[in-house]
Nanobody, 117 residues
Framework: QVQLVESGGGLVQPGESLRLSCRTS????????MSWYRQAPGKERELVAA????????NYAASVKGRFTISRDNAENTLYLQMTSLKPEDTAVYYC??????????WGQGTQVTVSS
């Protein structure tokens, strides 16, 4: 059974940083392309960042490029998202997911990030 446990969210002021973690189990993390998504109130879920399994190639949404960094620890089956220079528009619930699981709608509980002064 796929388990995705996101953590590290919180309330921060604009310009501050957070590091999100996603502990995974129940699937082959090492061989899975992984992504972070977010969903703001009243909006659809959107892709934030992605990292491939083998080459570790990374892609980012235009809105976070240069501010967010996705990384993975295959030994710990854990995905990370380092977020810097946070803006109020980054406020959302953040989710991690293996790319193959998106079509099966297998989301975790997410972690809330609130950026407010």
């Amino acid at each position: 059974q796929v388990q995705l446990v996101e953590s590290g969210g919180g309330l921060v002021q604009p310009g501050e940083s957070l590091r999100l973690s996603c502990r995974t189990s129940g699937f082959f993390f090492r061989s899975s392309d992984m992504s972070w998504y977010r969903q703001a109130p009243g909006k659809e879920r959107e892709l934030v960042a992605a990292i491939t399994s083998l080459s570790g190639r990374k892609n980012y949404a235009a809105s976070v490029k240069g501010r967010f960094t996705i990384s993975r620890d295959n030994a710990e089956n854990t995905l990370y998202l380092q977020m810097t220079s946070l803006k109020p528009e980054d406020t959302a619930v953040y989710y991690c997911i293996p790319d193959w699981a998106v079509e099966f709608d297998q989301w975790g509980q997410g972690t809330q990030v609130t950026v407010s002064s």
